[in-house]
């Protein structure tokens, strides 16, 4: 039998590892602006064609490189970084691992001039494919002029699957904002299709801050300063009344470094419970100086993860740093040093960093039944009165009995064939659908669920999911039909989106227009909302416009046959999110009774757009046995 195992080429090896390195045009501007500042630039400028797939063009004033160097620095495993292993743990540089530039020449074609500070002859380089095809002696300017053309021009595969320009350019700016951060000290430039983005000067992180967010996000920081023996702390926290629906700032650095990290999120998030309401989140930058032989950065090669030695020191820290911020300002309680506001540190290895809100958190006394939105805003609306509290007070034994209203209602629409999914799901041995319906009592619990009784076991609705299904049907078909009508703001709201949210907006307008949306773009990001479609009525639109443009970044599909489609999934997913119910909101029996009705008149009532599940059916012989235990 003939040996099958061989070592593969470096060419397919180094195509393998750009999978994990190089994931889109963004992956490359990051790695090469991280390169340029490891090699101690002042000055970067970043030219982009056809948002990173033609050419990523960047241009550094840094140390440059030798012609050996040049031609070694695209081999795999190749760094001026790291020596030996125990480097790892005394790192101040972004990279490490020697495989950016071996894995960005095994996806494109570049074009690479670089010269050392002091001579007069550099040197240019030419790969395709991980194949150098040319060495030549060149004059260039001082540092390292890295032209990376074609991406993913021999993986056919990846090429297709990356996103329409829009967003891929969203993406681009969304990591030069992260980059520009991070090195406030660096003159930093961003070009696309000959157009200038962004022109950034060497300035304080505050006002880094404001030239790429906004001078109203500027003025509303908090400073934050502590130092320990175990790390420092500092950089900016939003003012309460600043915390967004949707795309909150939320920025860590680690010794110069943007990471990712859910636990301390938490912890921030804890000192502003007592201030906002579980549906907005603040803004922070915040930054942690701390040795690196007490961090980890190898766990991924983005090196976005970092693992911490003294985890919960740091959890407690940053707990009392952005406490006494939010005190100093007289915002929150200042910090009281004892037992019982102490924070509490969940044991590690557990994985229970992360509590649960309270179900009736964030409860709006906004009434969307009486809206009429499950028509799209047509004249029809809803007999009930809106005042919930005083209504559920009075009438309660009706909610523990069989309601004949939900058999009426029943009656107006088709129930689906007993052998379909939802037949199944309810597992109704031996009945019909419409007398299971007839046997339901409708309980509401919580805040959050609809609770019924069917003669197998118990059937738990989630209200918000079910009226977001609900919505989420009539809008598409309402979009497919031509849109919704116009309603006219009186006094226009005003909406100041970061530069990756604009470049998307730009792109999809006219949907968005198509809506009844009416939008006037102003300077710097800034756009005021005239009107608002009909289903929006009471509302200024703008968390709407928000999670649509988020949606369309995060969830368009690529190729071109898909953006019509797909564009309109979001767009609708997006208004039924605005105006489905919320949690904690109380609805009397009748408005229970008409969003069951409703709901399960869909051909598909089991779960949401977006894949959550809405119904679920507990069999009495579980509860039995789960009471027996």
Avoid at 198 to 225: A, C, M, S, T, Y
Avoid at 430 to 435: F, L, N, P, Q, R
């Amino acid at each position: 039998m003939s040996d099958i195992i061989r070592l593969l080429p470096d060419s397919v090896a180094n195509q393998i590892a750009a999978g994990e390195v190089i994931q889109r045009p963004a992956s490359v501007v990051k790695e090469l602006v991280e390169n340029a500042v490891d090699a101690g630039a002042t000055t970067v400028d970043i030219v982009l064609k056809d948002a990173g797939r033609t050419l990523i063009q960047v241009i550094d004033n840094g140390t440059g490189m030798s012609a050996t160097d040049a031609r070694l620095a695209f081999e795999r495993h190749s760094t001026s970084k790291i020596k030996e292993a125990a480097d790892l743990f005394a790192l101040r540089t972004m990279g490490f691992r020697g495989e950016a530039l071996a894995s960005i020449a095994a996806v494109a074609q570049l074009d690479v001039r670089t010269m050392l500070h002091g001579e007069s002859l550099g040197s240019r380089l030419a790969i395709s494919g991980s194949q150098v095809e040319s060495q030549t002696s060149e004059v260039c300017a001082p540092g390292t002029n890295m032209m990376v053309k074609n991406l993913f021009f021999n993986v056919p595969a990846r090429r297709k699957f990356l996103k329409k320009d829009s967003v891929e350019l969203s993406n681009i700016v969304h990591e030069f904002e992260r980059l520009a951060l991070v090195n406030p000290d660096i003159e930093l430039s961003l070009t696309h299709n000959d157009k200038l983005l962004h022109r950034l000067g060497k300035v304080p992180l505050k006002q880094r801050i404001g030239d790429l967010f906004g001078r109203q996000v500027e003025n509303q920081l908090i400073p934050v300063e502590t130092t320990t023996s175990i790390v420092k702390i500092s950089g900016f926290i939003g003012h309460p009344s600043n915390a967004r629906k949707r795309n909150a700032l939320q920025y860590f650095f680690v010794n110069g470094r943007n990471m990712r990290h859910p636990y301390f999120h938490k912890a921030v998030m804890t000192c502003y419970e007592p201030l906002i309401t579980s549906e907005v989140q603040p803004n922070y930058f915040l930054s942690f100086e701390i040795d690196p032989s007490a961090i980890d950065v190898n766990i991924h090669p983005t090196k976005n993860e970092i693992k911490f030695e003294n985890e919960q020191q740091i959890w407690q820290i940053l707990i009392a740093a952005v406490k006494e911020a939010l005190g100093r300002f007289n915002i929150g309680p200042a910090l009281e040093f004892n037992l019982a506001d102490s924070p509490e540190i969940p044991a590690m290895g557990t994985g229970k960093h992360i509590s649960v809100p309270s179900a009736g958190a964030g409860a709006s006394s906004y009434n969307p039944f009486s809206e009429s939105l499950l028509t799209g805003g047509g004249s029809g609306s809803f007999p009930w009165s809106r005042d919930n509290s005083a209504r559920a007070a009075k009438g309660w034994e009706t909610l523990y009995a069989p309601s004949d209203s939900l058999v009426d209602s029943a009656a107006d629409f088709d129930i689906p064939a007993a052998d379909d999914t939802f037949s199944s799901q309810l597992q109704l041995d031996g009945m019909t659908e419409k007398s299971a319906m007839a046997s339901m009592a409708n309980l509401q619990a919580g805040g959050k669920y609809i609770i019924s009784y069917t003669r197998e076991g118990l059937t738990i609705v989630d209200q918000h999911r079910a009226h977001l299904k609900v919505l989420y049907e009539e809008y598409i078909s309402q979009i497919h039909d031509g849109g919704f009508p116009t309603q006219a703001l009186m006094f226009p709201a005003s909406v100041q989106l970061d530069a990756s949210h604009s470049i998307m907006l730009d792109s999809i307008i006219d949907s968005i227009e198509a809506l009844g949306f009416r939008l006037k773009s102003c300077s710097d990001g800034c756009w005021d909302i005239e009107g608002v479609p009909s289903v929006l009525k009471g509302t200024d639109g703008s968390e709407a416009l928000l999670d649509m443009i988020q949606q369309v970044i995060d969830g368009t599909t690529a190729g071109d046959d898909a953006d019509v489609e797909g564009l309109t999934h979001i767009l609708a997913l997006s208004l039924a999110r605005c105006a489905a119910i919320r949690y904690g909101q109380i609805l009397s029996v009748e408005e229970t009774e008409h969003l069951l009705a409703s709901l399960f008149a869909l051909y598909d009532p089991l779960y949401t757009p977006d894949g959550k599940k809405i119904i679920l059916t507990i069999q009495y012989d579980e509860i039995e046995k789960r009471l027996t235990l």
